[in-house]
Nanobody, 124 residues
Framework: QVQLVESGGGLVQAGGSLRLSCAASGRTFTIYRMGWFRQAPGKEREYVATIRWIGTNTIYADSVKGRFTISRDNAKNTVSLQMNSLKPEDTAVYYC?????????????????WGQGTQVTVSS
């Protein structure tokens, strides 16, 4: 299994920035892809961004393109999400997620493991 712990959430004004981090532990050698999802109150969880563990492939949801940047540090087994130009509609609980190599064929919205989530609140 892979365990995930997110950090870096908080309260920020619209137009501000936050950086989320996710630390992976356990069977990290099985990681194929890591990503971020979010869920706002009363809404379904939605995909935000993903990055391959090897290589440079990244994919972003249209709603965050040009504002959010996902990156990884393989040596530290961490993935980060730099969020700039935040909007009130970005308010949500943000979850880190992992897809392992044996699930490589799955859709990016169907990871194998989840973190506990971290709250991001953007005030207007």
């Amino acid at each position: 299994q892979v365990q995930l712990v997110e950090s870096g959430g908080g309260l920020v004004q619209a137009g501000g920035s936050l950086r989320l981090s996710c630390a992976a532990s356990g069977r990290t050698f099985t990681i194929y892809r890591m990503g971020w999802f979010r869920q706002a109150p009363g809404k379904e969880r939605e995909y935000v961004a993903t990055i391959r563990w090897i290589g440079t492939n990244t994919i972003y949801a249209d709603s965050v393109k040009g504002r959010f940047t996902i990156s990884r540090d393989n040596a530290k087994n961490t993935v980060s999400l730099q969020m700039n130009s935040l909007k009130p509609e970005d308010t949500a609980v943000y979850y880190c997620a992992v897809t392992i190599s044996s699930s490589w064929f799955r859709d990016i919205t169907e990871p194998d493991y989840w973190g506990q989530g971290t709250q991001v609140t953007v005030s207007s």
